[in-house]
């Protein structure tokens, strides 16, 4: 763990390395971190998906293979393994049948990254996609209406509203007044509404 955290180098990489004084391994399964300062948010960017930095990465294995190669083979400990990908564009995955806990039912699962939103939908209408996940707007109230589709609002990450650089003072969400009007923008009905 503390060789992941201390070459992760994805989003939020620079306030990990600015904010933590040291690590210190305590046995096989804790270890503690120390901070040059109050680091309040520290649980909630790493803990969460908010950056992957939470994530393991097997140390012999990637300095075996390097960034490159463990980015084009990468392995872990969960449920499935990815047995092919097109980078930045698609992820197959499959069941791994030695899993220690119950092997997934589902045996293949390829995700696939659709920037644009309404292509997103129209894969998810043609059932050319089983899911789909972020669609909003009209196209989500499209969704909503079409009796062919089943919504299950809860079935993604809770929301909140991140301010990226908003410490820095040349940030625009570096003034309060900014924020709270992304905020007040919100459709909190539609959103309180739609997450029954």
């Known amino acids: ?27 096989e399964r804790t270890i503690t971190f120390y901070f040059k300062e109050p680091f309040i948010d520290f649980l909630e960017l790493y803990g969460s998906e908010a950056s992957g930095a939470g994530f393991i990465v097997p140390k012999a294995y990637y300095e075996e293979v390097g960034p490159e190669g463990f980015i084009e083979a990468p392995i872990g400990a969960g449920p499935y393994k990815i047995v092919g990908q097109t980078t930045g564009q698609s992820v197959t995955m499959e069941a791994y049948e030695d899993y220690w806990r119950k092997v997934p039912n589902i045996k293949t699962i390829e995700t696939k990254g659709v920037l644009e939103l ?7 209408k043609t059932g050319e ?19 062919n589709i089943q919504i ?27 924020r709270e009007a992304v905020s007040l ?6 959103l309180s509404a739609t997450d029954t």
Do not use: C
């Open 129 to 147: 996609v089983d899911v789909a996940y972020f669609v909003t707007g009209a196209l989500l109230q499209d969704a909503i209406e079409d009796p």
């Open 152 to 178: 299950d609002p809860n079935n993604s990450a809770p929301f909140w509203l991140f301010f990226p650089g908003y410490e820095e003072p040349d940030s625009p969400f570096h003034d309060k007044r900014v």
């Open 185 to 190: 923008a919100m459709d909190r009905e539609f």
């Open 1 to 27: 763990m503390r060789f992941s955290y201390e070459n992760y180098s994805g989003a939020n990489a620079d306030i990990y390395q600015d904010k933590t004084e040291r690590i210190e391994v305590v046995d």
């Open 118 to 124: 309404a292509s997103r939908v129209a894969a998810l």
